[in-house]
């Protein structure tokens, strides 16, 4: 018996259903996402939102805000894409 009077362990607590909710808000966040890349202006932000990404992390790099070791795999990420 334990302290508070229960008898054997405790179970742990259960999060499905808040790993369910969060899911569930990430694919209907991921769905508008989807339409508004469908615009024509988005398009052009999706051209050039990964060479502002790699001169945002080049300048922090060079800034001295994060190591070489930190931003190479980053831009490497990038360019794979």
Known sequence: MQVNGHHGPVPPPDHTSILFTI???????????????ASKRSTVLQDIGPYIAGMVILGSAAAGKVTWSEALPSLLGLVGR
Not at 23 to 37: C, E, H, N
């Open 23 to 37: 899911a569930s808000t990430l694919g209907r966040l991921d769905a508008k996402m989807d339409v508004m890349m």
